[in-house]
C-alpha cells in the first residue's frame, strides 16, 4: 500500500513563506513523478508544480511561478514545495500527488498520477 502524507500547512500572513514537505512510504519506487495541487473553496482541483524522478524536469502554474518552487529528496522519499510571498488567493488545500510508473516525465493533470495524499490546509490571511 502506498501512503502520501502531506505537512507544513497552517496559517500565514499575506507575504510570508511556507514549506509543504510530502512523504511517501509503501510499495513504490523513487523513480517516479511527483506533484503539487491545490483545492480553493468553490474551486476544482488545479495543478500547482511537477517534479520529474530526479529533480531535472520541474514545472510550475503560471499562478505561483517566480514566487515558488518544487523539490524532492529520493533518499528521504520525500518532495517539498516552497511557497513564498504568499497571496490571499493562495489559500486552499495542497495535496500531493504521485504518479504510478517510472518516468523522466513531468505531468500537469490529476489524471496522471495515481497515488494522492490527503491534504494539508495553507490558509493566508491579508
Known amino acids: 500500500q502506498v501512503r502520501l502524507v502531506e505537512s507544513g500547512g497552517g496559517l500565514v500572513q499575506a507575504g510570508g513563506s511556507l514549506t509543504l514537505s510530502c512523504t511517501v512510504s509503501?510499495?513504490?519506487?523513487?523513480?517516479?513523478?511527483m506533484g503539487w495541487f491545490r483545492q480553493r473553496p468553490g474551486k476544482e482541483r488545479e495543478f500547482v508544480a511537477a517534479i520529474n524522478w530526479n529533480g531535472s524536469r520541474q514545472l510550475m502554474a503560471e499562478s505561483v511561478k517566480g514566487r515558488s518552487s518544487i523539490s524532492r529528496n529520493n533518499v528521504q522519499n520525500a518532495v517539498y514545495l516552497q511557497l513564498n510571498s504568499l497571496k490571499s488567493e493562495d489559500t486552499a488545500v495542497y495535496y500531493c500527488?504521485?504518479?504510478?510508473?517510472?518516468?523522466?516525465?513531468?505531468?500537469?493533470?490529476?489524471?496522471?498520477?495515481?497515488?494522492w495524499g490527503q491534504g494539508t490546509q495553507v490558509t493566508v490571511s491579508s
Open positions: 509503501g510499495r513504490i519506487t523513487n523513480d517516479i513523478p
Open positions: 500527488a504521485a504518479g504510478g510508473r517510472p518516468t523522466a516525465e513531468v505531468y500537469l493533470s490529476t489524471d496522471d498520477y495515481l497515488y
